[in-house]
RNA sequence: AGGCCAGUAGCUCAGUAGGACAGAGCGUUAGAUUCCUAAUCUGAAGGUCGCCGGUUCGAUCCCGGCCUGGCCUACCA
């Protein structure tokens, strides 16, 4: 039982008895208290209430202090302030709670996606070009929701739905029979794909014959030309391979990986599907959903060459998607410049009758969707962005993912070292692999996904202060401690007696109890620096016990105790941190 | 021009059911290691929460207006 929502109850129960007013009228919300010498836990709720009731918020809370005794586990009610309820829960029931969460399946957190599906579209890369750090974000946050909806019982199906279909690939066509040497093809890879794709691109803006010829490879592609297939098949492979390697890297991976052209069959009954519906006219040549009436600029669906675009893919994939998943949401993670791009199709989608969006505006997605049609949802973050300006090929200043990641790992690696020498090499360099790669992801996932980021080398590597590898060495520390204990022999299992005597033991069983709720928050309002932000706290509060709380060297009782809740901590910090996708090395 | 997002400490950022003195990290500064990992901890200094109005017992938060910055606005995704 949420501890919380057993607050909520009985408070909600005094209120009615306080007040005389019907329970289902009423709406009681215990949160934690905002500061520890105000109690517990808090209510807020009498002060709304005074305006309904006419009578002074004080008096209410007073009179619903005094309206029934006090349960066992409530130690002290207290009115403050213009009518503030400060609760003091009992240490007893407190240390019950925490037990009991600790013994709970996954750390209590709710199984509250049982039987639903939710489909998540993220990292989605563009074929036959490296990936650089503006597809960190994407990447790392939809990885964190993935692995937050898993948890909480939802059957996620992560896809990856890779630009693999654009008009880019006449010119890299003609690039690859044009640039590159015998041996160059014999062992393509995606940088021989990307220099090509460069030289290719700027020939086509100087020679317009060159032009012609990328566009008509481009159509030979998408009737099916066997050899331009093969050769197209080759960028694609590849690609894959590379990006995969970077995938393992970082701990990430897929069910499906629909790229745009696992679509194409399906795009001309898509948009005679529009067309049926009248939703389609001709415009200036092309075909176009107006939708100003929804207050938006007309969307193109098929341009006036004959060519499909984006809205046509993503709508088709919608399509597909529901038939064959039925899911209830459909996530989207990309960068906010194509917001209006979203709720163009979504609009279209709704208007065709095969999904609903979330209202703009609407407070939360977690209103029950009015309809059994999926939700579908842009989950959308700031762009990252240098100091001096966008990234762009052709300043030449975009930083390759893997030249990131490199970097933050050999900063690790000469900490590791200086720390660790006895460790062998291959060990510090595990180490500073789960470092450095835990504090790259960290940096992202800890800020607002709508803030937009410069990038700084020191920005995203910070190894100390709120950073991944702060929580990380918590956690390590944690463990060195049981695992000391172990050796001594002493009991740091579920039978010692939890108390909880000094102020941060029970600050520490406190911030335990909101585990799951910061799990459930961060998934439902699709931002895992809620969670990011839970587990930095958490370890704040362990790093001050372990420093001011002799563990080993207190008498048995109390040894057992504390490292029965170090044990609780370090299953909160491990299991949080891994659905940030962040490894936990048991030693740093 | 219209739309979206943002403006919080010197810097980078948290703070979404409106609540008690606005919080972290970095940096500055004073301390802590005969003791379980100092990638740590304790303290100090540092704020008209962009500006003006409104709603409210109460606004960083909600509403309106303005200023500043970023992005988007028909055939790239």
Not at 227 to 247: D, G, M, V
Request: glycine fraction near 6%; include cysteine.
């Amino acid at each position: 039982m949420n501890t919380e929502q057993q607050l909520s109850d009985w408070l909600k129960s005094a209120f009615v008895a306080a007040c005389g007013v019907e329970a289902s009228s009423l709406s009681i919300r215990v949160t934690p208290a905002t500061d520890t010498k105000f109690g517990d836990f808090q209510c807020n709720d009498a002060m709304p209430l005074a305006k309904l009731l006419k009578k002074p918020p004080r008096a209410i809370a007073e009179a619903v202090v005094k309206a029934l005794p006090l349960p066992s586990f409530i130690q002290k009610l207290e009115v403050a302030g213009p009518g503030f309820i400060n609760v003091t829960v009992s240490i007893e029931w407190l240390a019950e709670a925490a037990c009991a969460l600790a013994a709970a399946p996954r750390f209590g957190i709710p199984d509250e996606g049982q039987g639903k599906t939710v489909i998540i579209d993220y990292s989605s890369p563009n074929a036959a070009k490296a990936m650089h750090i503006g597809h960190i974000r994407s990447t790392v946050i939809g990885n964190a929701l993935d692995r937050m909806y898993r948890a909480l019982g939802y059957r996620v199906i992560a896809d990856n739905h890779l630009g693999d279909w654009g008009t880019q690939f006449g010119k890299l066509i003609m690039g690859y029979r044009a640039f590159l040497t015998d041996e160059e093809r014999a062992n393509l890879t995606v940088e021989l794909l990307e220099r090509v794709y460069v030289q290719s691109h700027n020939l086509t803006e100087e020679d317009p014959a060159w032009l012609d010829s990328c566009k008509a490879e481009l159509v030979k592609l998408q009737q099916g030309d066997a050899e331009n297939r093969a050769i197209w098949q080759r960028f694609i492979t590849i690609s894959l391979e590379e990006f995969n390697r970077i995938y393992t890297r970082l701990d990430v991976s897929f069910d499906l990986y629909r790229g745009e052209s696992f679509y194409n069959d399906i795009l001309p009954e898509t948009i005679s599907l529009l067309q049926e519906k009248g939703l389609a006219v001709v415009s200036e040549g092309a075909l176009v959903v107006n939708l100003e009436a929804d207050g938006m600029p007309v969307c193109i669906v098929r341009k006036s060459d004959g060519g499909f675009n984006y809205a046509a893919t993503d709508i088709a994939t919608v399509r597909n998607r529901v038939a064959e998943f039925n899911p209830d949401r459909v996530v989207y993670v990309t960068d906010d410049r194509q917001q209006l791009h979203f709720k163009q199709f979504f609009k279209i989608c709704e208007k065709i009758g095969i999904a609903t969006s979330s209202r703009p505006g609407a407070t939360s997605s977690l209103l029950p969707s009015p309809s059994s049609l999926p939700l579908l949802e842009h989950v959308c973050f700031g762009l990252m962005r240098l100091p001096e300006g966008t990234f762009s090929t052709r300043q030449g200043n975009v930083i390759k993912l893997d030249a990131l990641l490199d970097e933050a790992v050999s900063r690790a690696l000469k900490i590791v070292q200086e720390s660790n020498p006895a460790m062998t090499e291959t060990e510090q360099r595990e180490l500073a692999e789960a470092i450095g790669l835990g504090a790259i992801k960290y940096a992202d996932l800890s800020h607002d996904r709508q803030t937009l980021i410069v990038f700084t080398w020191e920005k995203a590597l910070a190894l100390d202060g709120n950073s991944g590898p702060y929580l990380q060495y918590a956690y390590a520390r944690v463990c060195s401690l049981i695992d000391k204990a172990a050796e001594q022999g002493a009991n740091a299992g579920q039978a010692a007696k939890l108390r909880l005597d000094t102020p941060l033991e029970k600050e520490l069983a406190l911030k335990l109890l909101q585990f799951p709720s910061a799990v459930s928050r961060a998934a439902e309002l699709y931002r895992p620096n809620v969670l990011a932000d839970y587990l930095y706290s958490l370890s704040q509060t362990y790093s001050s016990f372990y420093q001011q709380s002799p563990v080993l060297k207190s008498e048995p009782e109390i040894r057992d105790s504390r490292l029965r809740l170090c044990a609780m901590v370090a299953q909160a910090l491990n299991q949080g941190l891994t659905l940030l996708g962040i490894r936990t090395p048991r030693r740093i």
